[in-house]
């Protein structure tokens, strides 16, 4: 079983800068696939960005593209989300997620990640 535990979150003001970090315990790490979602008041949860195993294939939603970019360190087990030029629209509480099986490609769809963790609070004001 896979642990997740998010950090990095906080409140900011807009165009400023966040990097969010999601620590994991397994012994596979590599082989997860991980990403990144988001989920603000009274508004389902979207996808964010995700990156394959390998950290060769990344995905972004089209809402953060050039924004924030998602990295991993596999010898650490972390993943992370820097955030820039934050934006009042992404408060939100941000979880991450691990999708095992995943180490040549990423995915997008919220489905296909069986391990979540807690979630940290963003909220970025005007």
């Known amino acids: 079983q896979v642990q997740l535990v998010e950090s990095g979150g906080g409140l900011v003001q807009a165009r400023d800068s966040l990097r969010l970090s999601c620590a994991a315990s397994?012994?596979?790490?590599?082989?997860?696939?991980m990403g990144w979602f988001r989920q603000a008041p009274g508004k389902e949860r979207e996808f964010v960005a995700s990156?394959?195993?390998?950290?060769?294939?990344?995905y972004s939603a089209d809402s953060v593209k050039g924004r924030f970019t998602i990295s991993r360190d596999n010898a650490k087990t972390t993943v992370y989300l820097q955030m820039n030029s934050l934006q009042p629209e992404d408060t939100a509480v941000y979880y991450c997620a691990a999708d095992p099986d995943r180490y040549w490609s990423a995915s997008v769809d919220s489905a296909e990640y069986e391990y979540w963790g807690q979630g940290t609070q963003v909220t970025v004001s005007s």
């Open positions: 397994g012994r596979t790490f590599s082989s997860y696939g």
């Open positions: 990156i394959s195993g390998n950290g060769r294939q990344t």
